[in-house]
């Protein structure tokens, strides 16, 4: 088992900043992937960000050049850098963990509010 928390999100002002953090605790030996998707009302969940544990990075066009994912394994934490934050940014932004077999773990969802 793998237990994630997130933390950081809150509301800002477009143009603004905001960064997330994800702690993992629990079977972190097992844990490949870990990233951020996030859920609009009434959107479909989509990936924002992911980072392999070697550090290779997948990051949604909808965000490339505003969002960074950081991760140091060492402290079991991921990291998710937002500038440049826009109204369409607002969210449930959810972190997530991928095991060496394939089985995703998901924290609890922190609310992201970008106010135009």
């Known amino acids: 088992q793998v237990q994630l928390v997130e933390s950081g999100g809150g509301l800002v002002q477009a143009g603004g900043s905001l960064r997330l953090s994800c702690a993992a605790s629990g079977s972190i030996s097992s844990i490949d992937a870990m990233g951020w998707y996030r859920q609009a009302p009434g959107i479909e969940r989509e990936l924002v960000a992911a980072?392999?544990?070697?550090?290779?990075?997948n990051v949604a066009d909808s965000v490339l050049g505003r969002f960074t994912i950081s991760r140091i394994n060492a402290k079991n934490m991921v990291y998710l850098q937002m500038n440049s934050l826009i109204p369409e940014d607002t969210a449930v932004y959810y972190c997530?963990?991928?095991?060496?077999?394939?089985?995703?773990?998901w924290g609890q969802g922190t609310q992201v509010t970008v106010s135009s």
């Open positions: 997530y963990a991928e095991t060496f077999s394939g089985f995703i773990f």
């Open positions: 980072i392999s544990t070697g550090g290779v990075t």
